[in-house]
């Protein structure tokens, strides 16, 4: 009877659980989102509760959904967004609200760190300094709020969290690690030098283990939380990009993915890293892979600003997005002129400036709101052509078709319009979902899969095929061209208007 697995992710803007059920092999996904706060400009932040009450409402009701027995439930495999490190004092209790990886508060931090250490930090980390990683959110912490850094005993990321409150485990896995730029991904070690920095205690940093390693099992806190049976094994985890990676079937160097989510993420897999101002750099589940790539910060976070602030009347409606869809096909490509910069807290890749300001531009009395919503659609997309074309350009091959995953790869709208922008053929995966591969690699750890590979082969499928329109493709070169020029001369003025706050 124990042929389920089930996959928990707490992604940048809300939670997912998926059971898959692994006889049928239909999985059955859960969502919740729950709120990033900004309570001041450059500042995102999430309160670690909103997690587990997520995680817990879901669990309950995917088990009671599908008439699940806890009994049959094999292994739980956790996922999370990256970068934010959830602080816990000597109570193990957390410390004030967690900073999200969209924050971009500690841009001052990260530019001293980058100019004295930033060429150690990129040669043993792979990765260059900035406000988005965990290295320079600390030292921000330490820098305004001696209290709260005085108080600091552990420092674990948001689906280690997760597990503790679960199993008790205090843990990380090597590839959250890498993004604190104070682990090593060759060596596989804490970074002490890195951590002296700080001036932190290295025993604050939890004990590293693979992904797929068994870390926990349920507590009797856990089975009242969730409705888990006491016992069942809990797998280390990892982080969501790479599990939606692995759950779109990618096992291959050239094999690439692009991610419709709060953070938008192109991933290549190569044999080799590749490091350097602008690439996100990470090691891969599989040994000897890797999956540097290139990220807009303000990707489906744009869409649903918008929706929030432009779309009152239909905001809480459960399918606003499909209804802003509509609305948006009206329109014609381009937006009739209308462009929108995404770069709502600053701009991850190609530019790693956390000084520039989204913006409208060519605004006139014809436009109406569903144009706005078109032109964030296409701002979003050329956002993410910029990163497509900024990792083409340092020499990483991309083979095949392009992978759309992600929440946003549910919209047929916003799919076309990215796979117009690049001027590529694109497929979409049945399982787009971090926490489907989550409960993959729960299959993994506890041997149902033989390996990562077998756990892809028996689960990862193509749901449909996307050809681009050459007409629309011709219509948005014209248009991203505007959008690049744009964004340099605009780009003194953010910097200006981003240093007066």
């Known amino acids: 009877m124990n042929d389920n697995l089930i996959g928990i992710d707490l992604g940048s803007g809300g939670c997912k659980v998926t059971l898959l059920n692994v006889k049928t092999k239909i999985a059955k996904t859960y969502s919740k989102e729950y709120t990033t706060y900004y309570p001041a400009p450059r500042w995102a932040e999430q309160n670690s509760y909103d997690w587990i009450n997520s995680a817990a409402i879901l669990v309950k009701k995917a ?28 109570n193990m209790e957390v410390i004030e609200r967690v900073i999200h990886i969209t924050d971009s508060r500690s841009f001052k931090q990260a530019e001293k760190i980058k100019s004295k250490y930033g060429e150690e930090i990129l040669r043993k ?6 406000p988005m990683w965990t290295i320079s959110m600390l030292s921000w912490v330490k820098e305004t709020d001696i209290n709260k850094w005085n108080n600091i005993r552990k420092i674990i990321f948001p689906k280690d969290y997760l597990r503790f409150i679960l199993t008790g485990s205090v843990v990380t896995d090597y590839v959250d690690a890498e993004g604190t730029l104070l682990f090593n991904p060759v060596t596989k070690k804490w ?37 888990l049976k006491e016992g069942t094994p809990v797998i280390t985890g990892t982080t969501d990009t790479l599990l939606e ?39 891969y589940i599989i040994p000897g892979l890797w999956y540097p790539g290139t990220g807009t910060k303000s990707f489906a976070s744009s869409f649903r600003w918008i929706r929030d602030e432009l779309c009152k009347d239909i905001s809480k409606q459960k399918d606003a997005f499909l209804i802003m869809d509509k609305e948006a096909e009206m329109i014609p490509a381009g937006s009739e002129g209308l462009i929108f910069h995404p770069y709502l807290v600053g701009e991850g890749s190609p530019y790693n400036d956390s000084h520039l300001r989204g913006d409208f531009l060519g605004i006139n009395l014809h436009h109406t709101r569903a144009h706005f919503i078109r032109a964030v659609l296409e701002g979003t997309s050329f956002s993410m052509l910029d990163c497509l074309d900024f990792i083409k350009n340092r020499g990483i091959q991309i083979e095949g078709e392009i992978k759309f995953i992600g929440g946003g790869s549910n919209s047929n709208l916003w799919t076309s319009i990215l796979a117009d922008v690049f001027g590529r053929d694109a497929e979409i995966p049945a399982n787009t979902d971090a926490s489907f591969g989550a409960a993959m690699l729960a299959g993994v750890g506890v041997g149902f899969y033989k390996s990562v590979e077998e756990a892809v082969k028996e689960n990862s499928i193509i ?13 948005y070169k014209k248009v991203f061209k505007i959008y690049k020029d744009s964004k340099e001369a605009l780009t003194e003025i953010n910097h200006n208007i981003s240093l007066m706050l």
């Open 63 to 90: 088990l009671a959904e599908n008439d699940c027995n806890p009994e049959s439930v094999l292994a739980v495999g956790l996922s999370g967004v990256t970068h934010s490190p959830v602080l816990l004092d000597k």
């Open 191 to 227: 970074e002490e030098d890195f951590i002296k920095i700080l001036e932190l205690n290295p025993d604050y940093f939890p004990d590293i283990l693979k992904p797929a390693d068994i870390a926990g099992k349920i507590n009797q806190r856990g089975k009242e939380l969730t409705g």
């Open 125 to 130: 980390c792979l990765n260059p300094v900035g």
């Open 245 to 283: 990676i692995l759950a779109a079937g990618n096992l291959k160097p050239g094999n690439c993915t692009a991610k419709l989510a709060t953070f938008g993420r192109i991933c290549v897999l190569t044999d080799k890293p590749f490091s350097g101002e602008g690439i996100i750099n990470y090691s």
């Open 463 to 475: 749901k449909s095929k996307i050809n681009f329109n050459i007409k629309n493709n011709e219509k």
